[in-house]
C-alpha cells in the first residue's frame, strides 16, 4: 500500500502529472464546449428515484454515457467523471477550482469547523497545525498500542466462535483511536458510548437510499432526531475529555498536540476530533471486515499471507520494524479496498465554469468521482471482481488515479499512514492465530451511507491455529 498518495501537489494546487491539461482540454473557453450527456429524468426529481433505488446499477448506466456524464439528484446537477485523468485533474490539479462537496447544505455538517468541511485558509491553517501528529516517528509511536488491541481482541475470540467481523472490527478501532487522539480507553460495549451510536447515525443520514438523507435536518423525521440526540451526546463527551486534557495537558495524544497550538479555536479542536474520532474508526474498520471476509473464502490468498507473517515475524510479535517487509499484506490490502473502497465515492463542486474531459460543467455543478466504479473497470483491471492480491505484483501501466482509496491532492486522507499501519498490523496479529470460515453471504448486499456499510452483519467462524 502506498505511504503517499498519487499525483500529490503542494496547498498551492499546482499541477505536475501529465492530465487533460497536456491535451488543451482543460483551457478551452468553457462556453464553447458542449454539455456533458446524460439521462434524461423526471420532471422535478430529476433522477433522484433510479439513484435511490439502485445507486450501484445507477452508475453502470450512467458510464454507458461516457466518461464525463450529466444527471440531476434532489435539485442539485451532478457530472459523473469515470476517466483517471479527469479524477486526477480534479483533485491534483485545480483543487481550488473543484471544492470539496459533502452535502453540508442537507445538514450532514456533523463537525463543521472540522478538517472535513472546511475551506481555504482554515483549512490549510489545520492542515498544518495537525501535520505534526501524523509524521512517520508519531505514528510509529503508536505500533504497540495496536498490536495490543488486536491481541485483546484475538484473546477475545474463542475457537469455533461465530464473530461479526464489522462489529469487532469497529470496537478494535475504536479502542486504538481512542488511545491515539485522546488517551483513554473506549467502552464500545456500553450502552452509553456516544461515538458507536454517533457513527452509526452518521451512516444512517448518509445512506442515499434513504429519501430522508436528502431532507435537512432541522426537519422533525425519527431519523433526523436520532441524529441530533446522538451528535449532541458525541460533543459533550468530547468536551468532556478537551477539559480533562486542559487540566493535564502534558500528554502525548492527538488531543494534546492540538491544545499546544495558537492557531485553533476551542471549536476547531472540538470538531477535529469528532471528524478523526468518526472517519479514522469507520473507515479502518470496514477495510479489515472486508479484506478477513476476502480471506475466509480464498485459502490460497490466506495461506500465502501466513507464509510471509512466519518468514517476517519468526515467531515475534508484530512491530513496526516488520511493517516494510509485509509485500504480500499489502497487496492483500490494495486488492480488499479496491473491491470494498470504504469511502467509495468522493464529491467536488465546481467554483467556476471549467472544461472536463471537453466537456462544459458549470459553476454550481457537483462532480462525482466513484472508487467503487473506477477501481473495477475492465479498462485497468484484468478480470475485476476477482479477489487477486497478486495484480499488485505485476509491472502493469495503470493510470495513477484508477486507484484512489484515500483521496488524492491536497486534501488527501491526512490519517492515511496511521490507517494503513493499523490494518496491516492488525492483519499480521489475527491472521496467523486463526482460520475464518465465511458464514454469511459471500457478496453482500452493501448500504451506500457516510461510508460503504455492509446491510447485514460480516459474519465467520474462527477456528484458532494449533
Known amino acids: 500500500m502506498t505511504t503517499q498518495p498519487p499525483g500529490d501537489t503542494d496547498d498551492d494546487g499546482r499541477f505536475d502529472s501529465a492530465t487533460e491539461r497536456s491535451s488543451g482540454t482543460a483551457d478551452r473557453h468553457p462556453n464553447a464546449q458542449p454539455l456533458p450527456p446524460g439521462p434524461d429524468g423526471y420532471p422535478i426529481v430529476?433522477?433522484?428515484?433510479?439513484?435511490?433505488?439502485?445507486?450501484?446499477?445507477?452508475?453502470?448506466?450512467?458510464?454507458?454515457?461516457?466518461?464525463?456524464?450529466?444527471?440531476?439528484?434532489?435539485?442539485?446537477?451532478?457530472?459523473?467523471?469515470?476517466?483517471?485523468?479527469?479524477?486526477?485533474?480534479?483533485?491534483?490539479g485545480e483543487p481550488k477550482r473543484f471544492e470539496r462537496f459533502l452535502f453540508s447544505d442537507l445538514g450532514l455538517d456533523f463537525a463543521p469547523e472540522g478538517l472535513l468541511f472546511t475551506d481555504g485558509a482554515q483549512w490549510r491553517t489545520q492542515r498544518r497545525a495537525m501535520q505534526p501528529a501524523f509524521t512517520i516517528d508519531r505514528i510509529?509511536?503508536?505500533?504497540?498500542?495496536?498490536?495490543?488491541?488486536?491481541?485483546?481482541?484475538?484473546?477475545?475470540?474463542?475457537?469455533?466462535?461465530?464473530?461479526?467481523?464489522?462489529?469487532?472490527?469497529?470496537?478494535?478501532?475504536l479502542r486504538i483511536l481512542?488511545?491515539?487522539?485522546?488517551?483513554?480507553?473506549?467502552?464500545?460495549?456500553?450502552?452509553?458510548?456516544?461515538?458507536?451510536?454517533?457513527?452509526?447515525?452518521?451512516?444512517?443520514?448518509?445512506?442515499?437510499?434513504?429519501?430522508?438523507?436528502?431532507?435537512?435536518?432541522?426537519?422533525?423525521?425519527?431519523a433526523n432526531r436520532r441524529f441530533r440526540r446522538a451528535m449532541a451526546a458525541y460533543r459533550d463527551r468530547v468536551d468532556e475529555l478537551i477539559a480533562r486534557r486542559r487540566a493535564d495537558p502534558d500528554g502525548d495524544d492527538l488531543l494534546s498536540i492540538l491544545l499546544r497550538t495558537d492557531d485553533l479555536s476551542e471549536t476547531e479542536i472540538r470538531?477535529?476530533?469528532?471528524?478523526?474520532?468518526?472517519?479514522?474508526?469507520?473507515?479502518?474498520?470496514?477495510?479489515?471486515?472486508?479484506?478477513?471476509?476476502?480471506?475466509?473464502?480464498h485459502d490460497d490468498v490466506a495461506e500465502t499471507l501466513r507464509r510471509e507473517l512466519e518468514t517476517v515475524l519468526d515467531g515475534e510479535r508484530p512491530r513496526?520494524?516488520?511493517?516494510?517487509?509485509?509485500?504480500?499484506?499489502?497487496r492483500v490490502l490494495n486488492e480488499a479496498m479496491r473491491l470494498y473502497p470504504p469511502a467509495y465515492v468522493l464529491f467536488r463542486r465546481a467554483t467556476e465554469d471549467a472544461v472536463v474531459g471537453g466537456y462544459r460543467i458549470p459553476e454550481g455543478t457537483v462532480l462525482s468521482l466513484p472508487q467503487f466504479h473506477l477501481h473495477t473497470d475492465e479498462r485497468f483491471y484484468d478480470d475485476p471482481e476477482a479477489f487477486r492480491p497478486e495484480r499488485w505484483s505485476e509491472d502493469r501501466d495503470r493510470p495513477e488515479y484508477a486507484y484512489f482509496p484515500f483521496g488524492g491532492g491536497p486534501r488527501h486522507c491526512?490519517?492515511?499512514?496511521?490507517?494503513?499501519?493499523?490494518m496491516k498490523l492488525v492483519l499480521a496479529t489475527l491472521v496467523r492465530r486463526f482460520d475464518l470460515r465465511l458464514l454469511s453471504d459471500p457478496d453482500p448486499e452493501l448500504a451506500v451511507g457516510a461510508t460503504l456499510q455492509p446491510d447485514e452483519d460480516v459474519r465467520v467462524r474462527v477456528r484458532r491455529r494449533s
Open 140 to 173: 510509529r509511536s503508536y505500533a504497540d498500542a495496536m498490536v495490543d488491541e488486536a491481541e485483546r481482541t484475538a484473546e477475545s475470540w474463542r475457537d469455533g466462535q461465530p464473530v461479526a467481523l464489522n462489529r469487532d472490527f469497529s470496537d478494535l478501532t
Open 46 to 92: 430529476g433522477n433522484t428515484l433510479e439513484f435511490v433505488r439502485d445507486p450501484f446499477g445507477f452508475y453502470d448506466e450512467l458510464e454507458e454515457y461516457g466518461d464525463v456524464v450529466r444527471y440531476r439528484v434532489a435539485g442539485r446537477t451532478f457530472a459523473a467523471l469515470f476517466a483517471p485523468a479527469s479524477v486526477e485533474r480534479v483533485l491534483v
Open 414 to 422: 491526512i490519517g492515511m499512514r496511521f490507517a494503513t499501519l493499523e
Open 178 to 222: 481512542s488511545k491515539a487522539l485522546f488517551d483513554v480507553d473506549a467502552d464500545p460495549d456500553a450502552e452509553d458510548e456516544p461515538i458507536t451510536r454517533a457513527a452509526r447515525v452518521i451512516n444512517e443520514r448518509g445512506d442515499s437510499r434513504r429519501l430522508s438523507t436528502f431532507l435537512p435536518t432541522w426537519l422533525p423525521t425519527p
Open 271 to 297: 470538531d477535529n476530533l469528532i471528524t478523526f474520532t468518526f472517519a479514522g474508526h469507520e473507515t479502518t474498520s470496514l477495510g479489515l471486515t472486508y479484506t478477513c471476509m476476502l480471506l475466509a473464502e
Open 320 to 330: 513496526f520494524e516488520h511493517v516494510p517487509q509485509l509485500e504480500y499484506t499489502e
